[in-house]
């Protein structure tokens, strides 16, 4: 990773990198992306939910925290791959 994909998250006032991790129900990781820290997470679910279809097409529901009910991010996941989010 190049170090030009670190960011500053003004709200959580840190410098760096976020993780996406989406994990199964036993915790063992499925997918991760790392990008830099002042992209919001709405942004980012697009990017690990991708990953995550292209290894398992056969998922239908995924449960998520509530800032991945916005921006339209449980149309995408519908529309474009298939899975239905329940925020939790």
């Known amino acids: 990773m190049a170090r030009s994909e670190r960011g500053y998250d ?3 006032k840190t410098k760096g990198r976020k993780r996406h991790v989406i994990v199964d129900t036993l915790g063992m990781i499925l997918a991760l992306v790392v990008h830099a820290a002042d992209e919001q997470d709405y942004n980012g679910a697009p990017l690990v939910l991708s990953a995550l279809w292209k290894k398992m097409r056969r998922l239908k529901v995924i449960f998520a925290d509530a800032i991945y009910g916005y921006k339209n991010l449980p149309e995408f996941m519908e529309s474009t791959l298939g899975f239905a ?3 939790v």
Do not use: E
Request: glycine share 16%.
């Open 10 to 12: 003004p709200g959580k």
């Open 85 to 87: 989010i329940q925020i």
